[in-house]
């Protein structure tokens, strides 16, 4: 005897259970409550329908521009230039320019990843030299490209000097009857994770990376992808001591 | 004219104060084998082992047929004695499908153990007696009492040695739920009966005997029983069927209905599938399934020792099904598993049966303290389909967990506790926790050494019984190892341990504790541990633990992204994570613990629904992140999981 009376009632009632449980829930309102704009931009604009995230700075912009501190006004302060590198191949994390503040002395950065068809999840590390900024607030913004149908979270811990985080993915749909093995989580392209505000404390240039090895993208066998990390480097002056 | 056509001509004019006909004579010559032997099934079961009091000593391992066919007079012979064996019954039997009416003539002949044997008695669950006469109708003393018993008064003292037989006639309705060694439908389309219980049986249920079956139904009905079909003859009006059991069995078992079959024998196994038109095709999908299943369990345990395979659809009055000798009864639910979501119940279910063919039939089981040398092994077989079919080990780790989530541990019990066919969870220590105690074995000794332990084991106890201390000393000759405290720890003692999990990142590698949280006793076993980085391929080592805390450097060659204990789940084990932002057991906090938290959710074992909680394990269940320990991994365990990897917990 392979199963008592009581399976087959459960297998009955397993079909409900099944159309019951498998009713897709809304990210949103169940590991998006963990977005804490903890210090939401006010720059930011809502989500775009694209599903690229709220961050439709993060999303139009050119990756490779430079922030050009013509478009910025005259700062009584500070005189911030960032400057990054293009990514040059097709998998890749960056960290890209979102706004200057010259006035209250702050860079926004974003870290945004490239299009993965096929990802566990992407974990990054944002670095600085706190003697020269410090992270004062960090925004999560990923919006998961197929609402309704991936299981996503996002989380993000800061020090001074440093962001670590991670997004995983996980179709829902394979909850029951032993499933959980077809991973299809997608990065759309590019994908923004966070943003996160620096406040510049010294005069000169540092770096803000992403740091190895807690820089991954991670495949549904638990493999690294391969992946490039590109950084951005921002250049602070006083105001009167700029030329 | 024989007993059977009088006797149906004496039921059309319900006429029975007659005696009948000198009993038929037994079909000669047979040759073919396959008979019930002493399954031990589910709900049946705990009712058969509660009637089996006495646990005496375990019997002595026996060289069995080395080489040599075996006889009846052979064939398990190393049960419990009583007062007299039963040697042979022969059961003429008439159904009116569909209607709780029995009409039965038995012939028994029993030997007595014991000098001047007065009484002989019987479990019995017939309907009324008609009479009990000698073979030269003299009338003998009897009495049937309202607890069961039947008892049967010879005409003289009985010497040790002494055949007796006995006849006597019954006819009337019976209880399908007062009795709970037995189990019978009388519906339409099919009329089911099973068990000896409604026949007479010896109180030593575990005392085999041979026999023959004869059933008389309607001509536009078709039966199908245990035993080996020798004739189908036409007598009064009725389809008369006539099965041998050349090999000692406990009890009878039958099913009348419209039955349609199919047959075939791709492997030189016949297979024969009995249902209803209406399960026709799943009959069909049958007879390959039964195929591989069959061709599996010979290569890993012994060849099929029986010369036939029926399967017989009955009636959903009980679980899922049972397993005699050589013929298997399904549930009609059974036959309409195939397209359900859940898929392979079907499978999990007939190759569950087909085990018992090995296990509880080949190798038989006497003493309640042994049950899951039948059932969990069943189980084990069923799962190793499973996992050989699939390439997974679902079933194997959904029986686990069902054991590891449902049984609490004040609840729990010694798998071969002496009344573990009272426990509320009889079922999933028997049946799941036995599976995978078992494969816990073959994990220990690896499959060679597994498997030739195990055929090792049946070559000592084929057509015999065989308990716990039976099947220990098989398994210690075959691999040449000392399990004692294998099977102290999972046979004789209860419980599974639970390990309290720590990662340390050092310069040399990942420093991993593992201290035991349960209080009761220290568990042994190896942990596999896996290493999963980036750019090298994955590192396992078998972590031995025997000590309540163990400490074990995990090293790598390139910064992991994944350390996994147990990570197959090998192991009856829970583990619980010392460090909540650590999932991932890296030693470090980062991003990698994000994914692996986030993918761990959803799979849950408890199923909410509008109609209440349903427990469903998923095999890919990974225990350690259900922080609650509640049987989810949601939005509560997230939070906290969380909290501690952003720092705002507590």
Partial sequence: MLRPLCVGLLLLALTTACTVTSDPVDPADTLDAHVEATDALADVPDAVPDGRGKDAVVADADATDAVDTADVPPSPTWILTTEGAEPATDAWVRVKPVATDPQGGTVTVAVEASAFADLLGLSFHLGVDPARAEVVSVTKLFTPPETGSTTWGLLARSTPGSVQGGLGLMRRADQLFGGGSQFTGALAAPTALVQVRLQVKAAGTFDVSLGFPDTVAVSPDWTALPLERVGLTVTAAKEGDHE | ?650
């Avoid at chain 2, 008695?121 to 006469?133: E, F, T």
């Avoid at chain 2, 007796?164 to 189990?183: L, P, Q």
């Avoid at chain 2, 079907?346 to 003493?367: A, P, R």
């Avoid at chain 2, 000393?473 to 040449?480: M, P, R």
Wanted: charged share 15%; with cysteine; net charge negative.
């Fill in chain 2, 1 to 650: 004219m024989s007993r059977l056509a009088v006797l149906l001509l004496l039921l059309a004019s319900e006429v029975l104060a007659a005696p009948a006909p000198p009993a038929p004579s037994i079909v000669e010559g047979s040759t073919a084998e396959g008979t019930p032997g002493s399954p031990l099934t589910n709900r049946l079961e705990p009712g058969l082992a509660a009637r089996r009091q006495l646990r005496a000593a375990e019997a002595p391992p026996l060289a069995r047929f080395q080489g040599l066919p075996p006889t009846a007079t052979t064939l398990y012979d190393n049960g419990p004695q009583g007062l007299y064996d039963v040697q042979r019954v022969d059961l003429d039997v008439f159904v009116k499908p569909g209607e709780n009416d029995l009409t039965v003539f038995s012939t028994i002949t029993v030997i007595s153990n014991q000098e001047a044997l007065d009484q002989i008695q019987l479990s019995y669950q017939l309907p009324p007696v008609l009479w009990v006469r000698l073979v030269d109708d003299t009338p003998l003393e009897n009495e049937v009492t309202g607890s069961g018993f039947f008892t049967v008064v010879p005409d003289h003292l009985l010497a040790a040695g002494e055949s007796f037989t006995f006849r006597m006639a019954a006819t009337g309705s019976v209880s399908c739920e007062s009795n709970m060694v037995a189990a019978c439908e009388f519906a339409t389309p099919i009329t089911y009966v099973t068990y000896a219980g409604y026949f007479p049986e010896n109180l030593n249920s575990s005392d085999p005997f041979v026999g023959t079956l004869r059933l008389a139904v309607p001509p536009d009905y078709a039966a199908a029983a245990t035993g080996t079909l020798v004739s189908i003859t036409d007598e009064g009006g009725a389809h008369v069927y006539t099965w041998d059991h050349t090999v000692p069995t406990t009890f009878f078992s039958f099913g009348v209905a419209p039955y349609q079959t199919v047959t075939d024998d791709p492997s030189g196994i016949p297979i024969t599938v009995w249902s209803l038109p209406e399960n026709q095709a799943s009959a069909a999908e049958m007879v390959p399934v039964t195929d591989q299943v069959l061709t599996l369990y010979g290569d890993r345990f012994a060849p099929f020792p029986w010369s036939k395979m029926d399967i017989v659809e009955i009636g959903n009055s009980f679980g899922g099904g049972y397993g005699p000798l050589s013929t298997i009864f399904l549930l009609s639910w059974a036959f309409q598993m195939s397209d359900h979501p859940g898929g392979g119940m079907m499978n999990e279910l007939i190759s569950h049966e087909l085990g018992h063919q090995w296990w509880g039939n080949l190798v038989s089981v006497w003493s309640p303290d042994s049950v899951w040398l039948s059932e969990g092994f069943a189980e084990f077989s069923s799962c190793l389909f499973n996992a050989e079919s699939t390439g997974q080990r679902r079933q194997f780790l959904t029986d686990g967990l069902m054991y590891q989530y449902q049984v609490p541990s004040d609840q729990d019990k010694p798998i071969s506790h002496y009344q573990i066919y009272l426990s509320e969870f009889y079922q999933t220590i028997v049946y799941d926790k036995g599976a995978f105690i078992l494969d816990m074995l073959r994990f220990e000794l690896g499959d060679d050494a597994f498997f030739a332990a195990m055929r090792h084991h049946v070559s000592k106890f084929a057509y015999a019984f065989a308990g716990n201390a039976d099947f220990a000393a098989a398994i210690e000759e075959s691999s040449g190892q000392d399990l004692g405290w294998f099977f102290d720890q999972w046979v004789y003692g209860r419980g599974y341990p639970g390990f309290l999990v720590s990662a340390t990142r050092t310069e040399q590698g990942v420093s991993l504790r593992l201290e035991q949280t349960q209080t009761e006793k220290v568990f042994k076993m190896h942990l596999p541990v896996r290493v999963l980085a980036a750019g090298v391929d994955a590192a396992e080592q078998s972590v031995w633990v025997d000590d309540a805390t163990t400490e074990v450097l995990v090293p790598f060659g390139a910064d992991p992204l994944l350390v996994s204990v147990d990570p197959d789940r090998r192991q009856l084990r829970r583990l619980t994570l010392a460090n909540p932002a650590d999932p991932n057991l890296d030693g470090e906090v980062n991003g990698l613990d994000v994914i692996r938290f986030t993918t761990g959710m959803q799979r849950n074992l408890v199923h909410s629904t509008d109609q209440g909680d349903f427990f469903y394990p998923n095999a890919n269940y990974p225990d350690y992140l259900d922080l609650a320990y509640d049987g989810k991994i949601d939005q509560a365990d997230f939070d906290v999981f969380a909290a501690a990897f952003e720092g705002t917990g507590p």
